[in-house]
């Protein structure tokens, strides 16, 4: 049997310790190997393979965020001031967490501490939510890899608090163009086609299996990612109060439940904090078994109702070696390696304490409870194992077979370090400001129609179940014939009960590389905006961030990420809606053969949640009945910046769209009340392609057509291009039956409201502007343009 | 490929009426490569079964486990790398340290069965190409592109 092997670092040079991280694949920096020999030095030995790795693992950038923390010296040079400013920035994370401190909302009940982030629901239960990214094992093997990548935010949800129910899988993907010529292809990546195939399929076949509705999402594609996919997977889940705390005291058993150990994954924690290039080991690939997971979840709700176990946490990246670490940090524990179940027996201690491997959960258990739980996992057929137990003595101690193969004071471990000082720099983009001329505006419509990004994503969306578990109210997709797009999904999670919660995301990098700032503000409102759209709350939603970004150690590229964040923290406070968890997926970039780097175009993912009393006062996009009138709330003002229509047309040039928070704060707050009360036939916010592209979809969903007098959009009227097309936040289409107009109106009386036409019983689009008629185009074709663009 | 055990093999493929959706969305794929002279692709289950096994039993183990009888059909043979294919065809399999999940449920499954001889299964699939003028390296092509990952899956390309 394999024991752990000593590693000559206290007599190490410089090169000689930057040669050891790199050889171990450790991605360890010079300062942390030589705080590494410093610790050994004082202690007086070297450190076995096992300690490196799960120091390697603990500080990496995956699991430890450590550019996140770090102090940023940002020198910025923007219009105002037009010299260079610099200052110091105590850290991204404080800037985020300060957004959810400053707004004290009571109902936030567990913020960035534990795996997910918690807020009530009714009386007796809250909801957790967790968005977590898998973009590099996606872009190996993207049908594991988005597999695994399901199953592990799943994962985060069954180990949040003391484990929670998950009732709602969301998913958004971006990929490069999917009529990429193959022969431009270069040589070290998959074809985008067979990225977006294998990672749909490993989304649909994990969380179909698990018996969890998948039913929100978004996909995006653009030629930024060709070499870095990027795969967000979200889990909504379902816990009694009680169950939110954990608490691990010395003498607790630790057991390990659910998969056995291989050397799947191997690396994963430290290999994400790297860029992809084309020599990569198999080792770093996880394959899922989700069934094995359902049979952990079934069992762990028993247990928990049983109050069998004390404390819970999964497996992800970093393995045994973060789970029970963390666990352990304040306490103490002693493991005992030979006890893991393993898939094959030539595994190395360090091997089983680092490796990935899928479908696995850690519990702390008192141990007069084992026995019980024992039965109850016996019972669900699933396997586990008693792996040492919790002290108190600070230290974790790890053996194998009567061998110590490690020895780490927890302190040191997770000793709060100095960590260098990151330079960022950020320019403002100066763009010119354009409104293209002569285009004919049926034509772009019906291309934006077709615009991959714009169009109808049924392909995708069917394969996932999103019924299952029967409580999804408003669905993916709405209308007669099931062919609308639907802002939010809506479930009612406890049976019986009325109460539900709303569930929507937001996501545009065309505007970030406009400006980054900007579109931190413009995500937040987007998905706000579809929460509200669907009939949530504004006032009781709350936001998760999930940053993806290219090579941070750029200055330039960290400039962006940082304006970005800032965005985060002023929007979100303007908006007033706090975060409650997040995660940052960085180096996203790939390194070309002759050794050139492409970087993904960063990204910002904010996915909303929020809780209503009574699903029945929700709406969804389709139109309901010829003859009703159509609003427009919100300005539309000259936002064409990182348009659909300029990405169409591809003129990089425009003003990205301006949010403001808080005009727009009021017509959500009202729209929210009108829906409340029965006013509003059917709404669907303006996003992607603008208000053209809305109007259109919610006829899509419907088969009736519209009459929009384009005259009556803004107030001073603009470039006709501008009003159909333009991205202004904050919009929405309403759509008001004749005997609830003067009440609707009433509601919006002082704010942005504005009659712009009526349903129609041909499926037609009719747009007039100034008495002349603009646009006019076929219903059908519109459909047949925006449903068949995806293929499979 | 010098990594297959020996001992047998279970191919298991859709009846030949019924609609396969799987051959038809490779073939889709195949098409949208560039390969218009393919015609038709047959997609099938196979198991390497190997260890404490004989004919009886892995006759068994298709007849209760594997085989859906109603929607397939199953043929069994003795592995062989030499086996003489009728049409091109190329056989993918996960590499000897991957995962191999449906292998696991498998075995798990032969043990419910009461069967406590030591099985050993692993998975892979068979792509049966018809169509004209077909090449050898077309199908390398294929495999690398469409059907395997090289990270994960090793493949054998017979019958050509």
Known sequence: ?792 | MENLEKSYIIEIGLKENLFDAFGNEILNSIKELGFDNFEKVFVYDVYNVYGDVSLQLVRQITKNILLDHVAHNAKIYKYNNKKDEKMPCVEVWYKKQVTDPVAMTAIKAIKDLGIKNDVKIRCGKKYVFSGNNIKKDMIRQISEKILANTLIHDYIIKGI
Not at chain 1, 239 to 265: C, F, N, S, Y
Not at chain 1, 336 to 344: A, G, I, T, W
Not at chain 1, 352 to 369: G, N
Not at chain 1, 745 to 761: A, H, S, Y
């Open chain 1, 1 to 792: 049997m394999a024991r752990a092997e000593i590693i000559e670092i206290c007599t190490g040079d410089d090169e000689k310790l930057l040669e050891i991280s790199k050889k171990g694949l450790l991605s360890l920096t010079l300062d942390e190997m030589k705080r590494i020999q410093k610790y050994f030095l004082k202690i007086g030995r070297n450190p076995t393979d096992l300690e490196l790795e799960m120091i390697a693992q603990t500080w990496s950038e995956h699991c430890f965020h450590k550019l996140f923390k770090s102090k940023i010296e940002f020198t910025e040079v923007n219009g105002q001031t037009a010299k260079p400013v610099t200052h110091i920035i105590p850290s991204m994370f404080s800037m985020i967490r300060q957004v959810t401190e400053n707004l004290k909302k009571n109902w936030c009940v567990s913020v960035f501490k534990d795996n997910a982030g918690i807020i009530n629901f009714d009386d007796t239960n809250c909801v957790c939510f967790k968005v977590e990214t898998h973009n590099h094992p996606s872009a190996l093997e993207p049908y594991g890899g988005a597999g695994t990548g399901i199953g592990g935010v799943i994962r985060d949800i069954l180990g949040a608090g003391l484990g929670a129910k998950p009732i709602l899988n969301t998913d958004v993907f971006c990929f490069g163009p999917l009529d990429f010529p193959h022969e431009n292809l270069d040589p070290g990546i998959f074809h985008p086609k067979r990225l977006f195939k294998g990672v749909v399929s490993g989304v649909r076949d994990y969380g179909n299996r698990m018996g969890i509705p998948t039913a929100n999402g978004a996909i995006l594609f653009d030629p930024g990612y060709l070499y870095n996919i990027l795969v967000y997977c979200g889990t909504v889940g379902i816990m009694p109060q009680w169950a939110v705390e954990k608490k691990v005291e010395p003498g607790h058993l630790i057991v390990v439940i659910g998969g056995k150990t291989g050397r799947d994954g191997i690396h994963g924690a430290t290999f994400s904090s790297a860029s992809l290039e084309k020599d990569i080991p198999t080792s770093v690939v996880q394959i899922g078994n989700p069934i094995i997971e359902k049979k952990v979840l079934d069992a762990l709700m028993i247990a928990r109702d049983r109050k069998l176990y004390s404390a819970i946490t999964d497996c992800g990246a970093g393995g045994l070696s973060s789970a029970v670490g963390e666990l352990a940090q304040h306490c103490g524990a002693e493991v005992h390696l030979e006890n893991v179940p393993l898939k094959y027996q030539d595994l190395k201690p360090w091997e089983i304490w680092v490796s990935e491997s899928q479908e696995r959960m850690v519990l702390a258990v008192p141990s007069e409870k084992f026995d019980q739980l024992k039965k109850v996992l016996e019972d669900e057929d699933v396997e586990y194992a008693c792996i040492g137990k919790f002290t108190s003595t600070k230290k974790i101690k790890i053996y194998h077979q009567n061998d110590i193969v490690g020895e780490l004071d927890l302190r040191w471990l997770f000793q709060k370090t100095e960590l260098p000082v990151q330079k960022a720099y950020y320019e403002e983009r100066k763009m010119a400001d354009i409104i293209p001329e002569n285009i004919n505006v049926e034509e772009v419509l019906l291309q934006l129609l077709a615009d991959p990004v714009i169009a109808s994503k049924e392909i995708v969306v069917r394969q996932y179940d999103h019924e299952v578990q029967s409580h999804t109210i408003v669905k993916p997709f709405s209308g007669i014939d099931g062919k609308g797009p639907s802002d939010a999904v809506v479930i009612a999670p406890v049976y019986g009960s009325y109460r539900g919660i709303v569930v929507a995301c937001g996501i545009n990098p065309w505007y970030g590389k406009v400006d980054p700032y900007l579109m931190a503000g413009c995500c937040i409102d987007e998905a706000m905006r579809n929460i509200v759209a669907c009939g949530g709350d504004p006032e009781k939603t709350a936001v998760l961030d999930n940053f993806c970004w290219g090579k941070c150690d750029d200055p330039v590229e960290l400039g962006k990420l940082v304006k970005c964040v800032q965005g985060c923290r002023d929007f979100a406070l303007a908006y007033k809606v706090p975060f409650i968890s997040g995660k940052d997926s960085l180096n996203n970039f790939y390194t070309k053969e002759d050794g050139s780097i492409v970087s993904i175009p960063g990204t910002l993912l904010i996915s909303a949640i929020s809780v209503i009393d009574d699903v029945r006062e929700t709406t969804s996009s389709d139109l309901k009945e010829s003859g009703n009138h159509i609003y427009i709330l919100g300005e539309t003002r000259r936002h064409l910046g990182g348009s659909r229509l300029l990405n169409l047309l591809n003129f990089e040039a425009g003003q990205c769209p301006v949010p403001e928070p808080e005009l727009t704060l009021k017509i959500m707050k009202n729209l929210h009340r009108a829906i409340k009360q029965g006013l509003v036939k059917s709404c669907h916010d303006c996003s992607e392609g603008g208000m053209a592209v809305a109007i259109s979809e919610m006829m899509i969903g419907s088969g009736y057509g519209t009459e929009i007098y384009l005259e009556n959009v803004a107030e001073r009227t603009d470039e006709p291009v501008v009003l159909l097309f333009s991205e202004s936040q904050g919009r929405f289409i309403v759509e008001v039956d004749q005997a609830h107009i003067d009440k609707f109106e009433k509601i919006f009386k002082n704010l942005p409201c504005r009659r712009i036409g009526r349903v129609t019983p041909d499926f037609r689009l009719k747009i007039f502007y100034k008495g002349k008629n603009l646009l006019e185009i076929d219903g059908e074709l519109m459909k047949k343009t925006w449903c068949g663009v995806l293929s499979w």
